[in-house]
């Protein structure tokens, strides 16, 4: 289980910190939020669904047909998809939810990241500031939270209207067919048939671009048999190591969704 500790002088002025070079840390998890700004990214390359968290939807990305499976992550750790989610990006950082509504900056201290002084980045500078790679992690997050905030009043526009309904999934995975239940998607019929007056409502919501990026990911679904497949057949070979992954090479701490 993850250990988040928030991020203080008192604590990590004398510890240091690495970047991951691995997402097997992801590998176990099967849907990952999205927020708004990165759906048009998303939609080319991963199935993306609604789900219910706390009475309301949020848009996911569909990463594996098992709760504890995500078949975009390859044994040695790689991506093998064409955009990665901004959630798994921030690792092993997250922003917790502290009283009166602030945010403070946590780490994973048991995400093998955690280093002594003098190793990895340190958390802050001479001066005492956060170090400048602190801030971007940092300015990351918090850009990913305004915009979820966002999101989920997008969200509960789709909703009052209706529009998001559940989504019955049947793959066919080898010779056997598998079912994805619990997840939602939107109702095209009912999105063409609304009234003009509801059309202008999503439009001003901003709901359009959500709705219409969710409709066309879903044709994204069938990769999830064809990854079940792949992952059968190559797990009785043995696969080439690959050269390392570099987080500052992929940009992943940047909130520019043109890039990957």
Same mark, same amino acid.
């Given at each position: 289980m993850p250990n988040f500790v928030p991020i203080s002088r008192e604590r990590h002025a004398d510890k240091g910190w690495k970047r991951f070079d691995s997402y097997a840390f992801a590998a176990r998890t099967a849907l990952v939020?999205?927020?708004?700004?990165?759906?048009?990214?998303?939609?080319?390359?991963l199935p993306i669904a609604f789900v219910q968290q706390d009475e309301?939807?949020?848009?996911?990305?569909?990463?594996?047909?098992?709760?504890?499976?995500?078949?975009?992550?390859?044994?040695?750790?790689?991506?093998? $998809?064409?955009?990665?989610?901004?959630a798994l990006r921030g690792h092993?950082?997250?922003?917790?939810?502290?009283?009166?509504?602030?945010?403070?900056?946590?780490?994973?201290?048991?995400? $093998?990241?955690?280093?002594?002084?003098?190793q990895g980045e340190p958390f802050f500078a001479d001066s005492g500031e956060p170090a400048e790679g602190l801030k971007q992690v940092l300015d990351f997050l918090q850009q990913v939270e305004r915009n979820r905030e966002?999101?989920?009043?997008?969200?509960?526009?789709?909703?009052?209207?209706?529009?998001?309904?559940?989504?019955?999934?049947?793959?066919?995975?080898?010779?056997?067919?598998?079912?994805?239940?619990?997840?939602?998607?939107i109702d095209e019929a009912?999105?063409?048939?609304?009234?003009?007056?509801?059309?202008?409502?999503?439009?001003?919501?901003g709901a359009l671009p959500m709705a219409y990026c969710q409709l066309l990911a879903?044709?994204?679904?069938?990769?999830? $048999?064809r990854l079940v497949d792949l992952r059968a057949n190559t797990s009785r070979t043995t696969s080439k190591a690959s050269a390392p992954f570099s987080l500052e090479d992929q940009d992943v701490l940047k909130f520019d969704w043109d890039s990957r």
């Open positions: 939020p999205l927020v708004g700004a990165e759906l048009p990214k998303a939609a080319m390359s309301r939807y949020i848009p996911v990305a569909v990463l594996g047909i098992e709760p504890t499976s995500n078949l975009f992550v390859a044994p040695d750790g790689r991506w093998l $998809g064409a955009y990665i989610p901004s092993p950082f997250m922003l917790a939810r502290t009283e009166g509504e602030n945010r403070v900056l946590c780490m994973d201290e048991d995400s $093998g990241l955690l280093t002594e002084a003098g966002q999101t989920a009043l997008v969200c509960d526009a789709l909703a009052r209207l209706d529009l998001i309904q559940p989504w019955p999934i049947q793959l066919k995975t080898g010779e056997k067919e598998r079912q994805i239940e619990g997840l939602s998607r009912a999105l063409n048939q609304l009234s003009d007056e509801h059309f202008l409502e999503l439009r001003r919501a879903m044709q994204h679904i069938t990769l999830l $048999g």
